[in-house]
C-alpha cells in the first residue's frame, strides 16, 4: 500500500531528511520519501503492515520534530 501523508508545520529541511531516514528504518518500509517543500511523506508497506508501520513512524516523527502534526 501506498499512501502519501500530509506533515503540517514541518518547517526543517534537515528535519524531514532525519525523519525520512528514521522511517526508512522500521521493519516492513518498502519506500519512503520525505518532500519538505510540499510538507508530506510517501509510504509505501505492504498492506497487512500498512497500520502499524504508521504508527511508528507518527511516534518516530513525534521524537524528532515534536512540533509535526501528521496527518494521514
Known amino acids: 500500500m501506498k499512501k502519501t501523508i500530509k506533515l503540517i508545520d514541518l518547517d526543517c529541511a534537515h528535519?524531514?531528511?532525519?525523519?525520512?531516514?528514521?522511517?526508512?528504518k522500521i521493519n516492513g518500509v518498502t519506500s519512503v520519501s520525505v518532500n519538505f517543500l510540499g510538507q508530506k511523506m510517501v509510504l509505501e508497506t505492504p498492506d497487512d503492515r500498512f497500520d502499524a508501520v504508521l504508527a511508528e513512524a507518527k511516534a518516530l516523527i513525534k521524537k524528532i520534530e515534536p512540533d509535526v502534526t501528521v496527518k494521514a
Request: hydrophobic share 40%; glycine share 0%.
Open 15 to 24: 528535519c524531514a531528511d532525519k525523519i525520512q531516514n528514521a522511517v526508512q
